[in-house]
């Protein structure tokens, strides 16, 4: 596609619960990237791809969260046992080759109530 | 671990004035980027800066890379209102590909 393509938009989840959050990259992308942006703060590294498989996942906050991208392009992160403190926006990024030319998508609300 | 620090974190200006943000980084890194970010946006890449002595210009902004003293800077030339905006940079770990973002600058240009 033309950008990266984030769904859904937002998502409100009762505490406890289990979300998927997917990111579409640009086509022929291989470096893929999630962040964490909570209100009023700047991104936070969570886990980075190259390829299928995960070069650096040192950002996850614990082990409630996982990310996969089995296929080398679309990835889906995932959150169990939801908490409100993981309320934030959740923004993915891809690049033609690591380290360069970052496009971000327009993120995920997710709201944790 | 790499930390990036930006400041100031709120900046006022008037329209016509010129002002630079700073950003520190704490470890070596090989590459430091500029985002801006408006409003219930995504971050839109502005300049990135991959060796010692860098400057890119792109219209009334400048950034400036120097490694040694681990430093970047972000200048504005001559504000208008269609700068305000939030500011972040960031940088790659050495020998890593992903980046460590600043708190962000939140700029507002008044008239």
């Known amino acids: 596609g033309a950008g990266v393509s984030q769904t859904p938009s937002n998502k409100v989840t009762e505490k406890g619960k289990y979300v998927e959050l997917r990111c579409d990259p640009i086509?022929?992308?291989?470096?893929l990237y999630w962040y964490r942006q909570s209100l009023g703060q700047g991104p936070e590294f969570l886990i980075y791809?190259?390829?299928?498989?995960?070069?650096?996942d040192s950002g996850l906050p614990n082990d409630r969260f996982f990310a996969v991208r089995p296929e080398g392009s679309v990835s889906t992160l995932k959150i169990q046992r939801t908490e409100r403190g993981d309320s934030a926006v959740y923004l993915c990024?891809?690049?033609?080759?690591?380290?360069?030319?970052?496009?971000f998508g327009s993120g995920t609300r997710l709201t944790v109530v | 671990e790499l930390k990036v620090e930006q400041n100031p974190l709120f900046l006022s200006m008037q329209e016509g004035k010129n002002y630079t943000i700073y950003c520190n980084y704490s470890?070596?890194?090989?590459?430091l980027y500029w985002y801006r970010q408006d409003p219930g946006k995504s971050l839109e890449s502005l300049f990135v800066l991959l060796s010692n002595g860098a400057v890119k210009q792109e219209g009334r902004l400048m950034a400036s890379l120097d490694t040694k003293a681990r430093l970047s800077t972000l200048h504005i030339t001559a504000a208008v209102h269609d700068l305000s905006a939030t500011y972040f940079c960031?940088?790659?770990?050495?020998?890593?590909?992903?980046?460590?973002f600043g708190a962000g600058t939140r700029l507002t240009v008044k008239p």
């Open positions: 470890t070596t890194s090989d590459r």
């Open positions: 960031a940088a790659s770990p050495h020998n890593n590909n992903d980046m460590r």
């Open positions: 990024a891809s690049s033609l080759t690591s380290g360069y030319g970052y496009t």
């Open positions: 086509s022929g992308h291989t470096a």
């Open positions: 791809f190259q390829g299928t498989g995960a070069a650096d």
